[in-house]
């Protein structure tokens, strides 16, 4: 994971910050970051984040600000992240490789104070921890709310489109997941011992109930709900957390 940590202009502000706790997968990371902050001023703690194990708020709670460096990569990691977040009454800022996005909104809409790419320079990270302490933003009102918005919008498609998927048949669902697995139409056949027009009659129904035009999309509906599998499909699936619509 690409970092500040290049970064060796002086702190233009010799005032101490209190306690920031730095959280990342890699502990060599977050131990660099801390040190970093720590030669500008701001007392910070090192702490490896593991998203599989659920951080107690009593926990982050005596921090001013906890920067978490997380890819955001999955459901699973942004599931995590979310959960992290909503649950810690401590101001969190959020440095991510994933662009800025819906994935950003939904951070945002957990209650992240902000989000900032991973290649931040060091100078721009203080500056962030200084203004999220003192009750500010990185992101302009306008801005924020824009990625809040792309962040419902995309739950709501991602809703659809479970729907849409919980509606194929269990031959339908085989045939998909197998196409998903990279088996042709002939391989299909062979597999289910069907005929072709059989095969291709199913394809066909699964592109109407997708709503989609070609059997590419139908794969990367399927891989958007997390997988070549659609055992989870009828379940309410992976568990987002559901903060606040903003206000219209």
């Known amino acids: 994971m690409r970092t500040m940590l290049g970064e060796t202009r002086p702190s233009q502000s010799s005032a101490q910050v209190g306690e920031v706790l730095v959280l990342c997968r890699l502990l060599l990371i977050s131990q660099a970051v801390s040190a970093a902050l720590g030669g500008r001023g701001i007392v910070a703690e090192a702490v490896s ?104 919008g995309w739950l709501a498609e991602d809703d659809a489109l479970r729907d849409r998927l919980a509606h194929l048949s269990p031959r339908e669902r085989e045939v998909l997941e197998l196409l998903a697995a990279g088996h042709r139409v002939c391989d299909i056949v062979d597999d289910l011992g069907v005929a072709e027009t059989t095969a291709r009659s199913h394809i066909k129904s699964i592109r109407r109930k997708l709503g989609v035009g070609s059997q590419v999309a139908a794969v990367a509906a399927l891989h958007r709900m997390g997988g070549g599998s659609l055992g989870g499909i009828d379940s309410a699936g992976l568990a987002l957390p559901s903060p606040r619509h903003p206000q219209e």
Do not use: K
């Open 49 to 152: 984040w593991s998203p599989g194990v659920r951080h107690a708020t009593h926990d982050l709670s005596g921090y001013d600000v906890v920067l978490l460096f997380d890819d955001l990569e999955d459901r699973d990691a942004m599931a995590a992240a979310m959960n992290l977040i909503s649950r810690s009454p401590a101001r969190f800022v959020v440095l991510t490789h994933r662009p800025e996005g819906a994935a950003w909104g939904g951070i945002l809409a957990s209650g992240a104070a902000g989000v900032m790419p991973t290649d931040s320079t060091l100078v721009d990270v203080d500056s962030v921890v200084r203004m999220v302490r003192e009750g500010g933003s990185p992101l302009a009102e306008g801005r924020r709310d824009a990625l809040v918005r792309a962040w419902f």
